[in-house]
């Protein structure tokens, strides 16, 4: 019998950005069971498809229309999708169906909803996502929203996916009183090489236009907000002997966070560190990672990162701020940096012979091969969803 699967809190697929749309891309494009049937939410104004219902990677693809109602909107768009996803089980009488939320924003209004889906037998999966009541970008209440939703969110949850053991444990320990049923199921990375080379146009025009060598820059790849420990990786790289650049791929706006960097650090003066806004085109960006001589990561809240996965899968050195949440991902393959010590990693891995740091590349790539590679991810994820937990 079809187990039907309606997916909330992805922004939609067709994507290739984001960590929850790229998932929901890749699990519906890969999916190997006959025996799964998914409906997945799609937000109107993003959709490239504008129509209430249509078809891709064989998936069930609902438009949900979400009033422009400012921090609130993802929120009403989650509960939006389960209205759709609710009102589309009742009439066509669908029994047993799981609804998989991805994050915590709807935690106040999960409690009405779980009590529909219970009159059809049907489950509710969470994924956690990462510990987003602890991001510097949120005011003090906005905080306390989400540390109120996730635990309304695992109140009511029948299982709670989660992307990272370290968010698992934390999920365990901090609910323990509703005794969560959890289960771990890593997020994915693609372990094919760029299929751009060198001479290739777009290729000289993005490494001409920055003033980028080939295998003589550092690469930061990720959101720009400060726990994702940029003054201290501008500062360690500003003060380490290195001669190479500082690529940094990033959404900056010269918003109060990049001024105060600019006024705490002086970078502008510091000709090796290179803002170069977002690269869109998933190739050259795979291609700009293979080329880097090492990769920064400093993200400190949250599972696991997609960009971390990325990076481990292609660059060849990978220096990673020394949390639970990277070292449980990088493990042997990766080098770990202390908040105080990054120019001295910085200077060391300066001295590295090839041979030594084509150990690591091996270790990384192998790393990313034996656990995080999509075909695991999402035979994982089919297991669960066809009662395998």
Same mark, same amino acid.
């Given at each position: 019998?079809?187990?039907n699967?309606f ?7 067709p ?10 891309e890749q699990?519906t494009a ?5 025996d799964?049937?998914y409906?997945?939410a ?9 129509a209430? /219902?249509?078809e ?5 693809c609902?438009?949900v229309?979400?009033?422009d ?10 509960v939006?999708?389960?209205?759709w996803t609710?009102?589309?089980v009742?009439?066509?009488? /669908?029994?047993?169906? /799981? ?20 009159q059809?037998?049907?489950t ?8 987003e009541w602890?991001?510097?970008?949120w ?5 306390k929203?989400?540390?109120y ?7 009511h949850a029948?299982?709670?996916i ?13 609910y ?10 890593a997020?994915?990375?693609d372990i094919v ?6 001479t ?6 993005w490494?001409?236009?920055?003033a ?6 550092y ?5 720009f907000v ?25 959404n ?5 966070f ?11 003066a510091?000709a090796r560190i ?16 293979e ?31 020394d949390?639970g ?6 493990k042997?393959?990766a ?11 910085i ?5 590295l012979?090839?041979?030594e ?5 091996q ?17 994982d ?9």
């Amino acid at each position: 019998m079809t187990k039907n699967v309606f997916i909330i809190g992805a922004k939609g697929i067709p994507a290739n950005y984001g960590g929850f749309e790229s998932f929901v891309e890749q699990l519906t494009a890969r999916k190997e069971s006959q025996d799964i049937h998914y409906y997945v939410a799609c937000r109107r104004d993003l959709s490239e498809n504008k129509a209430d /219902i249509f078809e891709y990677n064989d998936a069930t693809c609902f438009n949900v229309d979400v009033p422009d109602v400012g921090p609130a909107k993802a929120i009403l768009y989650d509960v939006n999708a389960f209205k759709w996803t609710m009102k589309y089980v009742k009439e066509n009488n /669908i029994q047993n169906a /799981i609804v998989y939320v991805l994050a915590c924003r709807m935690g106040p209004f999960v409690k009405h909803f779980k009590k529909q889906l219970q009159q059809y037998n049907g489950t509710l999966f969470v994924n956690p996502d990462g510990h987003e009541w602890l991001r510097a970008k949120w005011s003090v209440p906005v905080r306390k929203y989400w540390k109120y939703s996730e635990r309304l969110m695992v109140k009511h949850a029948d299982l709670l996916i989660c992307d990272s053991q370290n968010i698992e444990k934390y999920i365990q320990n901090d609910y323990k009183q509703y005794s969560p049923k959890t289960t771990y199921i890593a997020y994915g990375s693609d372990i094919v090489k760029s299929t751009l080379m060198d001479t290739d146009q777009v290729v000289t025009d993005w490494y001409t236009k920055h003033a980028v060598k080939l295998n003589n820059y550092y690469l930061i790849v990720g959101r720009f907000v400060p726990e994702n420990n940029y003054e201290t990786m501008i500062r360690e790289f500003m003060n380490s002997d290195t001669d190479k650049d500082l690529v940094i791929i990033s959404n900056v706006e010269k918003n109060k966070f990049y001024m105060d960097l600019q006024a705490k650090t002086n970078f502008e003066a510091d000709a090796r560190i290179k803002f170069v806004g977002t690269v869109y085109n998933a190739e050259l960006l795979k291609y700009i990672r293979e080329n880097a001589f090492a990769y920064l990561h400093g993200h400190e809240v949250g599972g696991t990162n997609p960009s971390l996965l990325e990076a481990l899968a292609a660059t060849q050195l990978n220096l990673l701020l020394d949390v639970g949440f990277n070292k449980e991902v990088g493990k042997d393959g990766a080098l770990y940096w202390k908040k105080d010590n990054l120019a001295r990693i910085i200077n060391k891995v300066e001295k590295l012979k090839m041979d030594e740091i084509e150990t690591f590349s091996q270790l990384s790539s192998k790393r990313i091969e034996d656990a995080f590679s999509w075909h695991k991810i999402v035979t994982d994820y089919e297991k669960v969803f066809n009662g395998g937990v």
